[in-house]
T-cell receptor
Framework: EAQVTQNPRYLITVTGKKLTVTCSQNMNHEYMSWYRQDPGLGLRQIYYSMNVEVTDKGDVPEGYKVSRKEKRNFPLILESPSPNQTSLYFC????????????FGSGTRLTVV | AQKVTQAQTEISVVEKEDVTLDCVYETRDTTYYLFWYKQPPSGELVFLIRRNSFDEQNEISGRYSWNFQKSTSSFNFTITASQVVDSAVYFCALSEAGSGNTGKLIFGQGTTLQVKP
């Protein structure tokens, strides 16, 4: 089944403890992206990647890192999480940016205390 | 600047009623893509439709239909004979294809649809 897999689905962590949210797609998509969803602010892009080893900042990249060493994986790294990073995170992939639409993962609900 | 506006924050209907969700967008690009996504209570984002700026054909898929009008920059979504399972938050989104294209989806704020039995 074609899908984008995010793990974990739920995570509660403490301020400052490094964490990684994994994202993997099995559709050989070139384009991958991370979004966060917050009440009143909607969905905002954090980082995106046009292809392997090509990543760039979205609208809200502060406090996040990403890497794209393989086409299928695009992990989101929080080096020192803070409470303002409590959010619902989505990974998305597409054959290329825009034209074909995007497949989203199931989401990761992160709480930083 | 790009922007997507979903003016209806919440809509409540009774089952079997028809309901239209409005979406108005702003972009300077001549080539762009419009999307609708559904977010059920379980939280995932489910793709419903993609429309290119050069294709103004309306589309029907079962009980769902979409009306794309470039003249009014609108991409409205109608659910016919609504069902309780249609209860969700619906997002309209825009992606531009112009130079500097980042593939970013610009989402509207979403419309929460509640269908009562």
């Amino acid at each position: 089944e074609a899908q984008v897999t995010q793990n974990p689905r739920y995570l509660i962590t403490v301020t400052g403890k490094k964490l990684t949210v994994t994202c993997s797609q099995n559709m050989n998509h070139e384009y991958m992206s991370w979004y966060r969803q917050d009440p009143g602010l909607g969905l905002r892009q954090i980082y995106y990647s046009m292809n392997v080893e090509v990543t760039d900042k979205g609208d809200v990249p502060e406090g996040y890192k990403v890497s794209r060493k393989e086409k299928r994986n695009f992990p989101l790294i929080l080096e020192s999480p803070s409470p303002n990073q409590t959010s619902l995170y989505f990974c998305a992939s597409s054959p290329s940016s825009g034209y074909y639409g995007y497949t989203f993962g199931s989401g990761t609900r992160l709480t930083v205390v | 600047a790009q922007k997507v506006t979903q003016a209806q924050t919440e809509i409540s209907v009774v089952e079997k009623e028809d309901v239209t969700l409005d979406c108005v967008y702003e972009t300077r690009d001549t080539t762009y893509y419009l999307f609708w996504y559904k977010q059920p209570p379980s939280g995932e984002l489910v793709f419903l439709i993609r429309r290119n700026s050069f294709d103004e054909q309306n589309e029907i898929s079962g009980r769902y239909s979409w009306n794309f009008q470039k003249s009014t920059s609108s991409f409205n979504f109608t659910i016919t004979a609504s069902q309780v399972v249609d209860s969700a938050v619906y997002f309209c989104a825009l992606s531009e294809a112009g130079s500097g294209n980042t593939g970013k989806l610009i989402f509207g704020q979403g419309t929460t649809l509640q269908v009562k039995p």
